[in-house]
């Protein structure tokens, strides 16, 4: 099995940033995509970023593009997420997952999932 762990939520202040790591242990394989999801309290839980198996494109949900970088360190079997101009509304847990499919937005495509990170931005 493959075990994720997160690292380097906490709290900021608006407009401030935060760099989240998803170290991953087990039997790993750079081939695998990764993706991050969040959930807010009373939220269901919402897609953040994407990065594709081997190619290194990315996906991102329109509320955070421009402002949040997906990125691995295939070396380090660790991903990233760089998050920038944040906003009150970015407060959530913040999960890291691996999958094997081709498909990334759906939580349901990712077969490994991390025990979540708490974020939280203060205005």
């Known amino acids: 099995q493959v075990q994720l762990v997160e690292s380097g939520g906490g709290l900021v202040q608006a407009e401030g940033s935060l760099r989240l790591s998803c170290a991953a242990s087990?039997?790993?394989?750079?081939?695998?995509?990764m993706g991050w999801f969040r959930q807010a309290p009373g939220k269901e839980r919402e897609f953040v970023a994407a990065?594709?198996?081997?190619?290194?494109?990315?996906y991102y949900a329109d509320f955070v593009k421009g402002r949040f970088t997906i990125s691995r360190d295939n070396a380090k079997n660790t991903v990233y997420l760089q998050m920038n101009s944040l906003k009150p509304e970015d407060t959530a847990v913040y999960y890291c997952?691996?999958?094997?499919?081709?498909?990334?937005?759906?939580?349901?495509?990712?077969?490994?999932w991390g025990q979540g990170t708490q974020v939280t931005v203060s205005s």
């Open positions: 990065m594709s198996r081997s190619e290194g494109r990315t």
């Open positions: 087990g039997r790993t394989s750079s081939s695998y995509g």
């Open positions: 997952a691996a999958r094997q499919s081709s498909r990334y937005y759906s939580q349901y495509d990712y077969d490994y």
